[in-house]
């Protein structure tokens, strides 16, 4: 005789553990849904708490300290004899924030009654979804399925990731022993960052980028400004190449680099050759043939405005999704998400979401750059303030860069804030509120900003926007 065992019952089901997945499983939690959240790691957060934003944020941290020794401590009168790096003592601690906020997860999900499922899940059909656990199948039914399973490193033709000499962010993010020679392929955020890293630790670092410019997205003057401060930190451009092989000799890689639009190969040696050429939606096992969900030609789910996939009861958030591959965007939308099915009226706005390199200046950006802008044939004003004229930044040694606010000309609303400089990762959510109430750049320049603080480079370039700049 056969039993039939009757499914788990849930109101969301939500695949993928990361910011997009935890979010939606916790805010659905909040809103009185009975909600799961399956992840196939052993440890929730995703690909931002495990492998990415929080791991390479400890370690450019930790690195920059260990630079600031050297360049910023002598200046300040303070005595570094004996400075040096502990690199396996460094990557502990990286480790061990990881596993504290990867532990914070399980902690929000009991506290908003989300059970947390470890275990590769498919799709077996609308409302259906198996997750194969180290205990065995369980089956589990679902009024709505969330896809928030991610993305994943994007190949690159040709080159075998082995996450020791040749690696991913993954790999880079966990190398035992400092490079001498780093080739990082890929003149992006993830490239840059980890290039910081391992540059500020000793490394010698070229990049390779097949765009004739580095951060393809960020704002042209920021971006040549971006790449004139790390050349002078030591760290080496070939723009416009591609890297067309690789091959290991005598404990070495030679890389043969060509001309993006094609002809001789250079060679180049390094000892770790880091790929960070971008990152693809991972849908992999996921089982949606079967359940009918329509992918796009880059295989990103298609979704509706209300992130309603071609079934009506499966949904999808994050990096699968169209968009910025970011946390924070991904996070927006698990809000949404969870409200739209909780039936209230969730929304993001995307011009308002803010993209930040954290790096040494750290580049901070958020809404419209000036070529879009010209682009759309706006009329704009731009206000800009140097660092350098900063007090803040003046006693903490941290003068480069600029802040750079658009403006529409007629209406006087900001189009967008462009910065790069110290800490002005933690400036842009003020850029970003600002987008988000609309408001005018005078709205910036007439409210009172604390003195001494780097965020009063933001009120004076505000106030460049009509001319009125006072201290500079
Ligand atoms: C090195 C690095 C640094 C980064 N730094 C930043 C940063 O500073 N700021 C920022 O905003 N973004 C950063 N990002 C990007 C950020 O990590 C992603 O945008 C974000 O994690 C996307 O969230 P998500 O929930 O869509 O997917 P993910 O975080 O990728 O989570 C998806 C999860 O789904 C799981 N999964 C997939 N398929 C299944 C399945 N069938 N069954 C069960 N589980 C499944 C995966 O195991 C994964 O854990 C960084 C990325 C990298 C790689």
Request: aromatic share 6%.
């Amino acid at each position: 005789m056969k039993f039939s065992v009757m499914a788990d019952q849930f109101d969301v089901v939500v695949i993928g553990g990361g910011p997009g997945g935890y979010n939606c499983a916790i805010r659905a939690g909040q809103l009185g849904l009975k909600a799961a959240c399956i992840d196939q790691r052993s440890t929730f957060g995703g690909t931002c708490l495990n492998v990415g934003c929080i791991p390479s944020k400890t370690l450019l941290h930790a690195s920059e300290l260990y630079e600031d020794t050297k360049t910023k401590f002598p200046k300040m009168g303070i005595v570094t004899q004996g400075v040096a790096v502990d690199l396996a003592a460094m990557m502990a601690h990286k480790n061990k924030v990881v596993g504290e906020l990867t532990k914070g997860v399980e902690f929000l999900f009991k506290k908003n009654k989300v059970e947390g499922i470890v275990g590769a899940a498919t799709i077996s059909a609308p409302g259906k979804v198996s997750v194969a656990t180290k205990e065995g199948l369980r089956e589990l039914s679902a009024k709505h399925i969330v896809i928030a399973t991610g993305s994943d490193v994007a190949p690159l033709p040709g080159i075998t990731i082995d996450e020791k000499t040749i690696v991913s962010s993954t790999g880079a993010l966990a190398l035992s022993e400092v490079p001498g020679r780093l080739l990082v392929v890929g003149a992006g955020v993830i490239g840059l960052e980890m290039g910081s890293v391992w540059r500020r630790l000793g490394s010698e670092v070229k990049v390779v980028e097949f765009l004739d410019r580095i951060v393809p997205g960020v704002d042209a003057e920021v971006a040549k400004h971006f790449q004139r401060l790390l050349e002078r930190q030591g760290m080496s451009f070939t723009l416009s190449s591609k890297v067309v092989g690789v091959e290991k000799k005598g404990g070495e890689l030679i890389v043969a680099i060509e001309p993006a639009s094609g002809g001789k190969p250079q060679f180049v040696n390094a000892d770790v050759m880091l790929v960070a050429t971008g990152r693809r939606p991972y849908t992999d096992g996921l089982g949606l043939d079967q359940a009918d969900v329509t992918r796009d030609k880059q295989g990103r789910i298609v979704t509706d405005g209300d992130f309603r996939t071609s079934v009506d009861t499966i949904w999808a958030i994050g990096d699968v999704r169209e968009g910025a591959m970011l946390a924070h965007k991904a996070e927006d939308e698990a809000v949404a998400v969870a409200e739209i099915i909780a039936g209230r009226a969730g929304h993001v706005n995307y011009d308002a979401i803010a993209s930040v390199i954290y790096t040494y200046p750290e580049v901070a950006t958020v809404g419209k750059t000036e070529e879009e802008v010209k682009k759309a044939g706006i009329a704009y004003r731009v206000g800009k303030f140097p660092f350098a004229a900063n007090a803040r930044a003046k006693s903490n040694l941290t003068t480069e860069g600029f802040v750079k606010i658009i403006a529409d000309a007629k209406t006087d609303r900001v189009l967008g804030v462009h910065m790069i400089g110290p800490d002005v990762g933690n400036m842009i959510g003020e850029a970003s509120l600002a987008l988000e109430f609309s408001a005018a750049s005078e709205d910036i320049a007439r409210t009172s900003h604390a003195h001494p603080t780097l965020a009063e480079a933001i009120r004076q370039a505000a106030m460049g926007v009509t001319g009125w700049t006072m201290q500079m």
